[in-house]
Nanobody, 122 residues
Framework: QVQLVESGGGLVQAGGSLRLSCAAS????????MGWLRQAPGKEREFVAT????????YYADSVKDRFTISRDNAKNTVYLQMNSLKPEDTAVYYC???????????????WGQGTQVTVSS
């Protein structure tokens, strides 16, 4: 069982930056592919980024590529999402998720966090 708790969301002006964190419980964190997804009001949840077990491989949605960076610290059981050059269309609830199986392009998520709100004002 893995529990995920996101933090770091908030209100920021367009062009600003935020860093989200997702702390995981359990001793097998390094066995999971970790991902960030988001859901805007009235829209379906969408993929943002994933990172491999070791952190050596990452994959991004086109909409965030070159602006967002996903990383992980297996010693701290934490995955991060550094978000730069934020746009109003990045406004959403951001969720982290853990996948025991699959790949960074096709993770099979087993666990989800509760989400953290990110609001970007224009």
């Amino acid at each position: 069982q893995v529990q995920l708790v996101e933090s770091g969301g908030g209100l920021v002006q367009a062009g600003g930056s935020l860093r989200l964190s997702c702390a995981a419980s359990g001793r097998t964190f390094s066995s999971y592919i970790m991902g960030w997804l988001r859901q805007a009001p009235g829209k379906e949840r969408e993929f943002v980024a994933t990172v491999s077990w070791s952190g050596g491989s990452t994959y991004y949605a086109d909409s965030v590529k070159d602006r967002f960076t996903i990383s992980r610290d297996n010693a701290k059981n934490t995955v991060y999402l550094q978000m730069n050059s934020l746009k109003p269309e990045d406004t959403a609830v951001y969720y982290c998720a853990a996948a025991r199986y699959g790949s960074i392009r096709g993770p099979k998520y087993d666990y989800w966090g509760q989400g953290t709100q990110v609001t970007v004002s224009s």
